[in-house]
């Protein structure tokens, strides 16, 4: 089974900090995944990737499958950033995808 | 179609009544797969379904659950007898194996509230 590991649980952040979460997983994936959770509960997928790094608009995702571990980065933070992050890790296995969730980094940006 | 959507957004209900979500997955995904998020914690699985077979259920999915995805295409996950222990987010998901490649798509979840 799949442990992932987030971290900080808790990130308070100044507008126009960098951010950075962290996420590591115990066994070889498929792909993985970031998620953002809003204060009302639902949730938007951010990214997803196996390799490399992906960017969009001020987010980064970055993974390094041998050290299995993934960065999501937050480049001038804004109070509107502020949400609970999950990183989910997905694994092809005999016909099914199995997602493995982590418990979650809540940020706060204050202005 | 843009994405998974889930139906309703939120939901209130007294003890005891029961309740039923719904789950429309992007059109073509064969993979669908419910999750339960209480919290302060990372979603856990309840059940999957390829097409309309349901082929893997958790410990978590009590008799009190079911689900179903007739035709392969929406699915519902009904909760009877509701318990204060089920408010929870319930989260859907669909996939669908690209050459070797999965794609897995989240929608924005039901919020569950058993008063």
């Known amino acids: 089974k799949n442990e992932v590991e987030q971290s900080p649980q808790n990130l308070t952040a100044q507008e126009g900090e960098f951010i950075t979460i962290n996420c590591s997983y115990s066994v070889g994936i498929s792909a993985l995944h970031w998620l953002q959770q809003h204060p009302g509960g639902g949730i938007v997928s951010l990214f997803m990737?196996?390799?490399g790094k992906k960017k969009h608009g001020r987010l980064i995702a970055t993974i390094n499958i041998q050290e299995k571990h993934s960065s999501l980065h937050i480049t001038a933070s804004h109070p509107r950033d502020s949400a609970v992050y999950i990183c989910a890790v997905g694994v092809d296995g005999a016909g099914s995808y199995q997602l493995t969730f982590g418990k979650g980094t809540k940020l706060s940006v204050i202005p | 179609d843009t994405g998974v959507s889930q139906n309703p957004r939120h939901k209130i209900t007294k003890r005891g009544q029961n309740v039923t979500f719904r789950c429309d997955p992007i059109s073509e995904h064969n993979r669908l797969y419910w999750y339960r998020q209480t919290l302060g914690q990372g979603p856990e699985f309840l059940t999957y379904?390829?097409?309309?077979?349901?082929?893997?259920k958790s410990r978590l999915l009590s008799d009190r659950f079911s689900a179903e995805r007739p035709k392969g295409s929406f699915s519902t996950l009904e909760i009877q007898r509701t318990e204060q222990g089920d408010s929870a987010m319930y989260l859907c998901?669909?996939?669908?194996?690209?050459?070797?490649?999965?794609?897995?798509?989240f929608g924005q979840g039901t919020r569950l509230t058993v008063v």
């Open positions: 998901a669909s996939s669908q194996p690209i050459r070797g490649f999965t794609e897995a798509f």
């Open positions: 379904f390829q097409n309309e077979a349901q082929l893997e």
């Open positions: 990737l196996s390799s």
